[in-house]
């Protein structure tokens, strides 16, 4: 009599393997604590169940949509190909931690990428073009690093943001106008840059601004509701030249 024999399978059985690899790739270039989060991140588990990874089941397979690795105090820094391969990513969220060294620049092959947030970090460099490629981005937070250069003019043509916090790193240059073709941007923050010239006209027209942070930079202008800014309820300003 012929012995039945069942296999059981995992239900992250189709997990994708180019996006473990890209997260080992990513594991290398971090400086966990003793006994930190990246301790699961080890094939005794699927990828899937690593601690700061979430997945979904996207044509039968298992992809990974958030990476929420915030307030771990990592050291190190973001791999050049950091996370090109992830392409279903939707949450990249990494702030509070201790990493240096430059945005990828292939970041902005993230085109399903939602939110983003790199605040209070160390990063260092300019904020690269290729960002702005991600235009389905709905929050962008790069506050509170070390990142220099301007703002790029591209960053006008993310359409779907909602927040855009650059404060307290040392851009330099203008606030590009085309900010003010942000329809549904709602707060806005460059506070505490090296930022100057004037408050761009265009910002006043953006109906759904409702928070504005300027402090500590060397503009000029007001942000009266004689100049536009009828919507606004709470606008850091102090410190503006006249």
């Not at 092959?109 to 990063?123: A, E, M, V």
């Not at 929050?139 to 509170?144: E, Q, V, Y």
């Not at 930079?217 to 009266?224: A, D, H, R």
């Amino acid at each position: 009599m012929p012995i039945l024999t069942f296999r059981l399978q995992s239900t992250h059985n189709f997990g994708n393997e180019t996006d473990k690899l890209a997260l080992l790739a990513f594991k290398k270039h971090l400086v966990d604590v003793p006994n930190g989060i990246l301790s699961s991140w080890n094939d005794s588990l699927h990828f899937c169940e690593w601690e700061g990874v979430t997945c979904n089941q996207i044509l039968n397979e298992e992809r990974v949509t958030v990476l929420r690795l915030e307030g771990q105090s990592f050291g190190g820094s973001l791999p050049p190909n950091l996370v090109g391969n992830l392409t279903f990513l939707g949450e990249l969220l990494l702030s509070n931690n201790n990493l240096q060294g430059s945005i990828p620049s292939d970041i902005g092959l993230l085109r399903r990428l939602l939110h983003l947030n790199f605040s209070w970090n160390s990063l260092q460099g300019e904020i690269p073009i290729e960002l702005t490629n991600c235009s389905n981005l709905i929050t962008m937070d790069l506050a509170k690093n070390n990142l220099t250069g301007q703002i790029p003019f591209q960053v006008g043509h993310m359409s779907k943001l909602l927040l855009l916090r650059l404060k307290g790193n040392s851009l330099t240059g203008f606030i590009p106008f085309t900010l003010g073709s942000l329809s549904s941007l709602q707060r806005f923050s460059v506070a505490y840059n090296h930022l100057e010239g004037g408050i761009p006209h265009d910002l006043g027209r953006l109906k759904s601004l409702t928070h504005l942070y300027l402090t500590a930079n060397n503009l000029s202008g007001t942000t009266t509701r004689k100049t536009g800014y009828s919507n606004i309820l709470l606008v850091g300003v102090i410190k503006i030249c006249n």
